[in-house]
C-alpha cells in the first residue's frame, strides 16, 4: 500500500517508499561523509527548560529548584543556572557547563539561600554554548535586580537589538535574553510615582517582541511568568501547600516548562499559563493579567511528538497517551507485513506500542539505551564519531535476530543516526528492516527555539522519500502524515481546550514575523 501527502500541502514528498534491495550500509555517500564531520547526535533540540517558584516558608528555595531542573534536563544539557533571593533583597546566583548534577553540589546549593528563585537548564539555539549565555539572565534596573530564565527564541532580535543600542543599552551576550531584560528596563509609559510596574514593563515586552516564548522574571517583590500570546511554547502553573510560623497552611506557587518539574518537587497542576498572560505570584497568591491579547493558539506540535517528557501534561493531555495514538495512526495511514516492532528509545517507544497494538504485531525491546552518554563531554574524534551510535545503542539480539523488523522512531532529521542505526539492527540478524516515523518529514529549520538545522542538512528538504529509503537502507520508509499528526493530536482535547498548533518545520509555513537568519 502507497500512501501521499495531499501535493498543494507536503510539496509533493510521498509519506510512504518501499525499497528494492537495501543492503548493510547506506547508499547515499553524503549520509556517511556528514556523518563523517558531524557529532553523532542529531536528536532534535528544545532550547531549554525554566522553573520559578515564591514560598517564603522555605529556608532555601535552590535546592527545590535544582530537583526541578533535574527533571527538565532532557530540554538542554549544555548549561544551568539558579538565581535566589531572600527577604533582605540579597541576591545569590550560580551558573556552569553542564549537567545539573555536574554543576550544583551540596554545598553550592547551600548558599542559594531565600523565599523566591529561578533556575534555567540550556541548550543553545541562539548563542553559542559558552558560560556567558548561561541562564537566568541577572541586571541591575533603577528598581533593583531582576532575573530573567527564557526558553524559546525572540525572532525579532535584530531588530529590537538595534533599537535597544539607538538608545544606548550595550549588550554582551551573544543569545536574545539581553533583548528581554533590556526590554523590562524599559520605563513604560504607566505611572511608576508610586514603585515600579512590573506587570507594565512585562507588557510593553510582549507587545514589542515577536517570538515564540515562555519566561520566568524574578523582581525584588514578586515573581512573574509570561507567555507569547501564540502559547508556542508551555508554562505550567503549581501548587505548593505548605504551613507557616504560626501553623497556618499557606498555598505557595511555582511555575514550570513541564509538569513533570511539579511533580518532582510536590506541587500539585494548577493549569497552564494561557497565550499571551502574565502570571504574578507573591505574599497574597496568584494574580492575573493580559499582556498581549491571543487571537488564535500556534502550540509547537514537536512538543508532542519529542520534546516534552512521556509523563508530562500539555492541554490536560498525557503526552505518553497521545504518542501511543501516534503510533495507532501510523499503523493504519502505513501498514506492513512484520514479526516484530521496536522502537528507537526513549520518545519514540509510546508510538512503537500504538503502533504494535493496531497491527497485532508483537512489541519487544529491541535496543538498549546507554543513558549516560552526552555530547557536552564526550567529544570523540572523527575516526570515533563512526561507531557513537554503537556506543549509544546496544540490540537485543534475541529478539531481533531472523525477524523482519518495524522500527518506529519519532522523526529524521539528517538521517545519519537512523542509517548507522539501521547497520545495528540488521547485524543483529534482522532479516528485513522498516522504517516507521511518527511525524511528517522534517522540510523546514525552526526560527522558534528548536535547533533543527539549515535547509541544506535536513534530509527530508533535499531528498524524496524514495531516495531516503535508500540511503539509510531501509525495506521500507514511511511518515505519517501531517493531517493524521493534527487529527491524532486534537482528538484527545477536551472541549474547553482550542488546539492551534505550529507545523512549520513540517509545511514551512511560519506563524509571525521572523527575522532575516
Partial sequence: MELHFDQSEEKGRNSFWKGNHPSESPKDSSFSSSFESQNDEEDPKEKCGIFGIYAPELED??????????????????????????????????????????????????????HMGVGHTRYSTAGGSSLNNAQPC?????????????????????????????MGIAFQKESDIEVITGCLALNPEADESHGPNWEARITNFMQR????????????????????????????????????????????????????????????????????????????????????????????????????????????QLVYSVRKRLGHRLAVEAPVDADVVIGVPDSSLQAAMGYAEESKIPYLDGLVKNRYIYRTFIQPTQKERKSGID???????????????????????????????????RKAGATEVHVRISSPPITSPCFMGIDFATTDQLVAHNKTVEEICTAIGANSLAYLTHKGLNDTVRSGLASHQKGGYCGACFTGEYPLQVDEW
Fill in 391 to 425: 556506543l549509544k545503542f546496544n540490540p537485543l539480539v534475541e529478539n531481533i535476530r531472523g525477524k523482519r523488523v518495524v522500527l518506529v522512531d519519532d522523526s529524521i532529521v539528517r538521517g545519519n543516526t537512523l542509517a548507522h542505526l539501521l547497520n545495528v539492527v
Fill in 138 to 166: 541577572v541586571v541591575h534596573t533603577y528598581h533593583g535586580k531582576i532575573a530573567v530564565a527564557e526558553n524559546g527564541n525572540i525572532t525579532t532580535q535584530k531588530q529590537l537589538k538595534k533599537e535597544l543600542m539607538k
Fill in 61 to 114: 528555595v535552590g535546592r527545590m529548584i535544582s530537583l526541578a531542573l533535574i527533571a527538565l534536563q532532557h530540554r538542554g544539557q549544555e548549561s544551568c543556572g539558579i538565581v535566589t533571593q531572600d527577604s533582605m533583597d540579597n541576591t545569590y546566583f550560580k551558573a556552569g557547563i553542564g549537567l545539573v548534577t555536574q554543576v550544583f553540589n551540596e554545598s553550592n546549593l547551600r548558599e542559594l539561600k531565600g
Fill in 209 to 316: 517582541a515577536e517570538g515564540a516564548y515562555s519566561l520566568a522574571i524574578q523582581t525584588p517583590k514578586a515573581l512573574y511568568g509570561c507567555r507569547d500570546c501564540l502559547g508556542m511554547r508551555p508554562l505550567n502553573i503549581g501548587c505548593l501547600e505548605l504551613v507557616d510560623s504560626k501553623g497556618n497552611k499557606v498555598k505557595r506557587y511555582c511555575l514550570a516548562s513541564e509538569t513533570c518539574a511539579l511533580n518532582i518537587v510536590g506541587a500539585t497542576y494548577v493549569r497552564e499559563v494561557q497565550p499571551g498572560e502574565i502570571i504574578r505570584i507573591d505574599e497574597e497568591g496568584l494574580h492575573s493579567a493580559i499582556g498581549r491579547e491571543s487571537t488564535r493558539q500556534a502550540l509547537c506540535i514537536f512538543e508532542y511528538v519529542y520534546l516534552a517528557r512521556p509523563d508530562s501534561y500539555i492541554e490536560d
